[in-house]
């Protein structure tokens, strides 16, 4: 009987400490999001603007172990942008994952402008819609960002509580990439961030 108390409280100090850990991951990560806005000076937002931002509470259950499928030979195409100008982009791989007891697959992009920089040679770039688009988050989808250093292999995390609005969330203006119909999830992903909480900014 003591062994199985030990190893029941066992079992609950590691959960208790690994949602600590995640909880204080996603609180660093929003940490750097909001002060990115006040360090760039293209950002839309100004200090006091990032009060307006808004997230859905951490879950650990929006981070997922996905399979990865590399697709070497996609050839380059445009991405449409909110401004109707378009950015060229290919098609890296595809994660295929289970989440809300459903199989979605979401496709991988590489910028062709930004690999041609050191900096971002490895800067691989997800945009997606989900069921909370237009009701509870941005209609023009949401992105997360990993690098190919995230693949391991034939896998790779995705964590959506780490997903975030683009630019024209906040202001007109902007050329932000459009998510392309393969990458509409059939799901509410009820992670990251939320609809902005201030009225569009037609100036920035």
């Known amino acids: 009987m003591k062994k199985l108390t030990f190893i029941l409280f066992a079992a609950t100090f590691v959960s208790c400490t690994s949602n600590d850990t995640f909880n204080k991951e996603i609180a ?47 050839t380059p195409f445009d991405i449409p942008t909110v401004s109707g100008k378009t950015k060229q982009y290919r098609q890296y791989g595809i994660a295929t994952f289970s989440i809300n007891d459903t199989v979605q697959k979401l496709h991988i992009y590489q910028s062709l402008k930004l690999m041609q920089a050191p900096e971002y040679a490895e800067h691989l770039f997800i945009p997606f819609t989900d069921a909370t688009s ?17 693949i391991k292999g034939t896998g790779l995390i995705i964590d959506f509580n780490k997903c975030y609005n683009p630019w024209c969330a906040f202001a007109e203006g902007y050329n932000c990439p459009i998510p392309p119909p393969e990458n509409r999830l059939s799901v509410a992903i009820r992670a990251g961030e939320l609809n902005y909480g201030k009225p569009h900014d037609s100036e920035h």
């Open 134 to 150: 237009y009701i509870e988050t941005y209609g023009g989808g949401r992105y997360i960002d990993l690098s190919i250093d995230d």
């Open 28 to 74: 660093q990560f929003r940490h750097e999001y909001k002060n990115a806005f006040i360090t760039d000076e293209r950002s839309p937002l100004k200090a006091e603007d990032t009060s307006y931002l808004r997230f859905y509470t951490p879950d650990p259950t929006y981070k997922v172990k996905a399979s990865f499928e590399l697709t070497p030979e996609s």
